[in-house]
């Protein structure tokens, strides 16, 4: 018999969207290793259990109404609106329900185990708060963004997702990584909007000092923000941009890998393989193959 790590019970008012592979797959999500994930609006049936040391960890952010989360040790507390929960991968078992005659309206997202997106110092679970007033309409819009553009699919519609994961992302970072430095914190709809100018124009060769003046900041504020957010460098975060796009283009299109090369900046073909091997430890050819595999099977 499989012991199953989720048991999730769906009433008849059950509204749910689960983060499609297409989705998935955008640079955001990849580099935060998030496997599933979804928005939901439950009504007062609704349940979820999971068991014990299950290898990922959860994270659920209540938008409207109220939750319940009833601990494997005995322990039971409600959530409202703006209260993130985060499970560790190896926290105790639990159950989450929808509490109250209101919708329990919820954003979930499950990580990998080794993700960098959940701090090591959650060794079973937490609650961490994020403004209600604020900050929860603002993740209610870019979740539904996300879904709409997924669902659209037009020919700007990856990179309008790429930059509303992003900026749910840096804002759930911010929530349960607080940092001493507020003003790093405040930076993060502006770094938004710079790496959405980035991802519209990936062929130009980035400079920090142009990034920077973007900002409005000095070089080395730039450098020490993205150091504190990332943990990479304004040239790094750059880089990694081009790269994920490049492996997009690579698993979705057809175009020829010195096309490719050259839409994300490189004029030349085989310094555009070796950076690409270095970032992901295969070269681009080998990645197509792979990836159209995976496609066929």
Not at 51 to 60: P, Q, W
Not at 75 to 97: A, K, L, N, Y
Not at 236 to 246: D, F, G, S
Request: proline share 4%; aromatic share 8%.
């Amino acid at each position: 018999m499989k012991l199953l790590k989720e048991i999730i019970h769906s009433p008849a008012r059950f509204e749910q969207w689960h983060l499609s592979a297409r989705v998935l797959e955008t640079y955001p999500f990849r580099l935060a290793m998030i496997r599933h994930g979804g928005y939901g609006c439950h009504d007062t049936d609704f349940y979820v259990e999971r068991i014990a040391s299950r290898g990922f960890s959860a994270l659920v952010i209540t938008l409207a109404g109220k939750g319940r989360f009833t601990m494997e040790d005995g322990s039971s507390f409600t959530v409202h609106t703006g209260d993130i929960f985060v499970s560790s991968p190896t926290g105790q078992g639990h159950r989450e329900e929808t509490e109250g005659p209101e919708p329990w309206e919820q954003l979930w997202l499950l990580f990998s185990r080794n993700s960098s997106a959940i701090p090591d110092t959650i060794e079973d679970y937490d609650v961490f708060q994020i403004d209600a007033e604020k900050e929860t309409p603002l993740i209610r819009e870019l979740i539904k963004n996300i879904i709409d553009e997924d669902l659209y699919e037009g020919s700007t519609s990856l990179k309008s997702i790429e930059l509303s994961a992003e900026l749910l992302l840096l804002i759930l970072h911010r929530a349960i990584r607080p940092m001493g430095n507020s003003g790093s914190r405040a930076h993060h709809s502006q770094l938004a909007a710079l790496w959405g100018d980035v991802a519209i124009d990936m062929k130009k060769p980035w400079k920090v000092e142009e990034l920077a003046a973007m900002m409005n900041c000095s070089r080395s504020q730039l450098t020490r923000i993205c150091h504190e957010l990332y943990h990479m460098s304004p040239g790094q975060k750059v880089r990694e941009m081009k790269m994920e796009h490049a492996k997009i283009l690579l698993a979705e299109s057809s175009a020829p890998i010195h096309e490719i090369a050259e839409s994300v900046g490189f004029s030349s073909l085989s310094l555009f393989s070796s950076s690409f091997t270095a970032y992901t430890g295969t070269g681009p050819r080998e990645f197509r193959k792979r990836k159209k595999i995976q496609s066929d099977t």
